[in-house]
């Protein structure tokens, strides 16, 4: 099912996760032992991430090899697994523009396509991955230039010439910045990169995490006087130490509140930390509900338990079928 049909659905409050896949030479069974945990609250879809690859110094018997490898691969075989194993459940995988090219990204659509994935989530990747003279010739430099690739492929319009093409059908998600993207020079400059990833053809936009409803708001009226018309998911990220939180705005460049700060700083046990945690990012989550959000998107890291307790402390134990109760 595409995620645009999941959207237009009326009186429906999705939830969907964030997994990230294991470290090179690892195993996706906790994985699934967290995934399985959260399957009695009815998850719409979840998002497996990606990253390029980077480049590896490593050791050999003959010497120090150069090799550009990526810490977690297996983003496309996890999304395929985990779309097997939990049927009734969409999965996307995260699709990146960094350190591949464009015609080695079209190569990768074609096998999803042929795999069955309907849903894609496009990002640029993190600047500097591709290391100067080491980046494809032909690569992407920008999110929006992939989105209109895939838009391109669902008319039957490939980069190599083929008479006759079988168009995709591809429903394509795109990230959002609340608090802006790092690089953009300021708040209406993001706004305009967004803009111009949705006119490229994407459906629904995922943000970043946020710590701050009117950080929320504020985006989604700024996206809508921009004529974004499109569904805007939050992202939410389970916060249960006071050393994660200091980690955040050091890799995401978002603004932590005052509020949140206090309480865990005022906890005097690791327990106590977790609950003041949890305490405020269900508030949070609730807030968002009462605002008419379409749905919440959990950034799990794989960390099943905070986010079980999370949605246990805003939906109680029953089950979630379908929606949001």
């Given amino acids: ?8 659905e009326e009186n429906k409050t999705f939830l969907s996760l964030e997994f990230v896949p294991p470290e090179r030479g690892g195993s996706i069974d906790n994985i699934i032992r967290v995934m399985d945990t959260l399957m009695s609250f009815s998850p719409s879809f979840i998002n497996i991430t990606n990253h390029p690859p980077i480049t590896h110094y490593v050791e050999m018997e003959n010497g120090i090899a150069k090799m550009r490898l990526s810490k977690r691969p297996g983003t496309i075989g996890l999304a395929v697994a985990m779309k097997y194993r939990y049927p009734s459940v969409e999965v996307i995988p995260h699709i990146v523009c960094k350190g591949l090219s464009k015609y080695q990204l079209e190569d990768l659509l074609i096998e999803l396509n042929y795999l069955g994935v309907e849903n894609l989530f496009v990002i640029r990747g993190d600047a500097g991955v591709s290391d100067g003279n080491e980046r494809p010739k032909d690569e992407w430099k920008y999110a929006k230039d992939l989105v209109k690739q895939i838009s391109n492929m669902n008319k039957g319009v490939y980069l190599y010439p083929v ?9 394509v998600g795109v990230a959002g910045y609340p608090e802006k993207h790092y690089e953009s020079l300021n708040f209406e400059e993001d706004i305009q990169h967004l803009k111009e990833k949705i006119e490229s053809g994407a459906d629904f936009v995922i943000t970043q995490m946020f710590f701050d409803l009117d950080v929320y708001k504020r985006f989604v009226d700024a996206a809508r006087e921009a004529n974004i018309d499109i569904p805007i998911i939050p992202g939410i990220k389970p916060v249960v130490s006071l050393r994660s939180l200091r980690n955040i705005p050091k890799r995401f460049f978002v603004n932590i509140p005052s509020e949140l700060v206090k ?3 005022e ?3 690791p327990k106590e930390e977790w609950m003041a945690g949890i305490r405020y990012m269900s508030k949070l989550v609730e807030r968002l509900l009462d605002y008419g959000v379409p749905g919440i998107h959990v950034f799990t890291m794989g ?23």
């Fill in 163 to 171: 008479d006759n093409a079988v168009p995709t059908n591809f429903c």
């Fill in 1 to 8: 099912m595409k995620i645009r049909d999941i959207l237009k």
């Fill in 303 to 325: 960390h099943g338990k905070s986010t079980k307790d999370l949605l246990k402390a805003v939906f109680g134990r029953q089950r979630v079928t379908g929606q949001f109760l």
């Fill in 267 to 269: 906890a005097k046990t």
């Fill in 263 to 265: 309480s865990m700083q």
